[in-house]
């Protein structure tokens, strides 16, 4: 039973790639090679190829899951995928790369630690490469690993690599990446995915699986500003009254102070409760039920928070916007809009730029549309209790729900006011 | 809520009914009782007696109570459509899953809103692994239907099917029965659900057999294979 721990550690990553980059075929040969693949999977995959009349399965296949996407060979939807070695588990979002899809990659690289960026060694650095790198970046993804693949299409060669690289390197100077690797693999031949393989010595550095065993991301997690939204209120009896919700960010101790936010009113945590007993402290990402020592109004969307480490409150904020539906966004027109636990009206109040996601630049826009970003001013009904998104991911994020269809129609992220945002290519 | 398509295991109801009486929990039991009696997977074939006991059978009891949202235990991992859904799904009001068109879900944040007439599935377990149940089971030290466990039990070959042999199976010419040490890793409708040899006898024994074995687990469940999309298109029909 030595690999018995429940609580293994988790890696969550994002894969992006430009169509026919060998991004299914790196992810079926992962799966493949960490038995993350069933054997009858494989068989179905097998049969398919057999009645197209191909020799052996493409492994790309064990990836693309619904009907349409495997008899057009793209992917759509972002697709979750799961594997473990005897160091971690994964979850993979393997993410569509096409403009047209662009929402779903914002979808999949919401929720992880790294970015994989898959690049053709024979095609270089796309329009597509620059577009997805942008996102993940403005998703503040802390790692990114670019993938150069097709390595045996190129003959192995340094210079190609290099030359990549460097292109890379070139077009991301302004963008702020806290981590960024390169690393060429040839995924069909295996070369540099699980074994070394001998055809690239000149590279010294990690395997593609050893990578992802050893990528440090404990320390991306935020544990010095406490947050804890209320999801709901726990009354048993009348001589108990807890506060259940998640710490997304933070430590607490029982005897803290703390303060209720957006309201303002000062109290004490008395005790922090579980299924398993009182803690005498906790932090994130635990799901706990706090106890105080006075008896104040406290709802759904409220926010707790120690006294000497304040969040921001405003009904009118910067943000980026992502828009996800067909019907463009009209200013002015009231959405809900839902951030942490709470939910209130709001409205884009002034659109101050759209981002071309290819070429970075900002451009003058009276609306946005399917899969455009952009740059905006929102105002709320309720003042809403937030930390910019670089700083806290879980306080920093929002959805916005169009109360007739109830669509979610955009994802934003909150931005200093007088911040300004990663641009490659002012006009 | 329980959709009873009248082929469940006896042992999966004897627990079901014991546990709703321990934890005086108020059990729903829908049967589609049209079809109940003359619906079988041998005389319609599996998939119209799944669409009507099963998946209208839970429409019909959906709507007809008002439930707004049905929480399932349904994984991403387990087959290859289900990688896609959501973990708030949303159903229109015909029960319907469109694949192609579904909410995005970013961060934890979760559209909840339903119109009159729609729903939503709930897969709070959509990120887990058969392993992360196991474990979980383990750790916090849940009963589970003993099916789970192997014991050498009466049973038919049936295809490549084990079938346990009951109220529901009997064997057919050219069939017989005979003892084997089996157990089942997914329980459906007695029918149409697999065993597999196994002598996982204990919570353990299954966690590292899990470590070993190399079929997912809905292989066993004959329903999934009818065609190369069928689970992708027993969901756009509103199956869980």
């Known amino acids: 039973m030595s690999e018995f721990v429940m609580d293994k550690d988790l890696l969550k990553f994002v894969t992006a790639g430009s169509i026919d980059d060998g991004k299914s075929t790196l992810i079926g040969k992962l799966l493949y090679e960490t038995n993350g693949v069933y054997l009858d999977q494989y068989t179905a995959i097998e049969k398919l190829a057999s009645r197209k009349g191909m020799e052996k399965p493409e492994l790309a296949l064990i990836v693309d899951g619904l009907k349409a996407e495997r008899e057009q060979g793209i992917t759509i939807d972002v697709a979750y995928r799961y594997f473990s070695t005897s160091r971690r588990k994964f979850i993979i979002a393997d993410s569509p790369g096409h403009i047209q899809y662009t929402r779903n990659m914002v979808t999949g690289a919401s929720n992880v630690d790294l970015a994989v960026i898959l690049v053709d060694a024979r095609k270089g650095v796309l329009e597509q490469t620059r577009r997805h790198t942008f996102l993940v970046t403005l998703l503040s993804i802390p790692h990114i690993l670019v993938v150069i693949n097709k390595m045996d299409l190129v003959d192995y060669s340094e210079e190609v690599f290099e030359k990549i690289r460097e292109d890379y390197l070139g077009f991301t100077s302004k963008l702020q990446i806290h981590d960024l690797q390169f690393m060429p693999i040839s995924a069909l031949n295996g070369d540099m995915i699980v074994e070394r393989g001998s055809n690239m010595d000149w590279y010294q550095g990690r395997t593609f699986l050893n990578f992802l065993e050893n990528i440090n991301v404990a320390s991306d997690r935020n544990l010095i500003d406490f947050r804890f939204p209320v999801q709901t209120i726990i009354r048993p009896n009348l001589d108990y009254r807890g506060y259940a919700g998640k710490i997304e960010s933070g430590v607490i101790h029982a005897g803290d102070d703390i303060l209720v936010l957006p309201a303002g009113i000062k109290s004490r945590i008395k005790s922090i409760d579980t299924f398993g007993g009182s803690l005498e402290y906790a932090f994130a990402p635990q799901s706990v039920v706090l106890t105080l020592y006075d008896e104040i109004d406290i709802s759904r969307g409220d926010i707790l928070v120690r006294t000497h480490n304040l969040p921001e409150i405003k009904n009118e904020f910067e943000a980026e916007i992502c828009w996800m539906v067909d019907t463009p966004m009209v200013p002015d027109k009231k959405y809900l809009l839902k951030h942490t636990s709470n939910t209130t009206m709001a409205l884009i109040k002034e659109i101050r730029y759209r981002i071309n996601i290819n070429t970075l630049h900002r451009e003058n826009t009276k609306t946005l549309g399917l899969n455009e970003i952009g740059r905006v001013l929102v105002q709320t009904q309720k003042p809403i209790v937030f930390d910019t998104y670089d700083r806290n991911r879980a306080l920093g994020c929002f959805i916005m729900i169009d109360e007739y269809t109830n669509d979610t129609v955009a994802a934003g992220i909150i931005w200093h006011t007088s911040g300004s945002l990663p641009d490659a290519g002012q006009t | ?240």
């Open chain 2, 1 to 240: 809520m329980h959709i009873d398509t009248s082929y469940k295991f006896r042992e999966m109801i004897d627990f079901r009914d014991n546990i709703a009486r321990e934890l005086e929990l108020r059990l729903i039991v829908y049967s589609f009782e049209e079809h109940i009696g003359s619906m079988h997977p041998s005389k319609y074939g599996m998939e119209k007696c799944c669409r009507f006991l099963k998946t209208q059978a839970l429409l019909n009891a959906i709507s007809g109570y008002g439930f707004d949202a049905a929480m399932g235990g349904a994984r991403r991992e387990e087959e290859k459509s289900r990688a896609k859904e959501r973990v708030f799904s949303f159903r229109d009001e015909f029960g319907s899953w469109n694949p192609k068109n579904q909410r995005p879900e970013l961060w934890s944040l979760y559209n909840t809103k339903v119109n009159k007439n729609e729903s939503v599935r709930v897969f709070p377990l959509s990120n887990w692994t058969e392993l992360d149940i196991w474990q979980y089971i383990s750790r916090e030290k849940i009963r589970v239907v003993p099916l789970y466990f192997a014991k050498i039990r009466k049973i038919i070959r049936r295809g490549s099917l084990i079938l346990l042999a009951d109220e529901f199976n009997s064997p057919q010419q050219g069939e017989k029965t005979e003892d084997l040490l089996v157990r089942f890793r997914t329980l459906g409708c007695s029918p149409c659900s697999g065993a597999i040899e196994s002598n996982a006898a204990t919570v353990e024994d299954i966690i590292n057999e899990i470590f070993a074995i190399r079929y997912s687990e809905r292989e066993n469940r004959a329903i999934d294979h009818d065609s190369d999309s069928s689970m992708e298109q027993k969901k756009i029909e509103g199956y869980f």
